[in-house]
């Protein structure tokens, strides 16, 4: 069981940007999907959280009202909006169904 996260990159302060997560060998539509980060020096962190067929979410506070996660079983895709980026977004995004080995991550650097 593999996913793939793609979509990051160096922004502005102020600054959107989609992180797409594709999971494959594995029944997709069966497992909740955790968004984890991790900051230079820092623990890997929790920053959403949905659950099998899209119904439920949630999110760390300090990302609430900025992110919002998403997915489509049929593609096997999961999105996670971020809007209104700040510097302390900076980290490398990692997504996780529980029974996946960690992909490589996408790099999101947010600096001015």
């Known amino acids: 069981a593999q996913v793939a996260e793609s979509g990051g990159g160096v922004v502005q302060p102020g600054s959107s940007l989609t992180l797409s997560c594709v999971g494959s060998?594995?029944?997709?539509?069966?497992?909740?999907m955790r968004w984890y980060r991790q900051a230079p020096g820092k623990e890997r962190e929790v920053v959403a959280w949905?659950?099998?067929?899209?119904?439920?979410?949630d999110y760390k506070d300090s990302v609430k009202g900025r992110f919002t996660v998403s997915r489509d079983n049929s593609k096997k895709t999961v999105t996670l909006q971020m809007h209104n980026l700040k510097p302390e977004d900076t980290a490398t995004y990692y997504c996780?169904?529980?029974?996946?080995?960690w992909g490589q991550g996408t790099q999101v650097t947010v600096s001015s």
């Open positions: 949905i659950d099998p067929d899209g119904t439920s979410t």
């Open positions: 996780d169904f529980g029974i996946t080995d």
């Open positions: 060998g594995f029944t997709f539509s069966s497992y909740s």
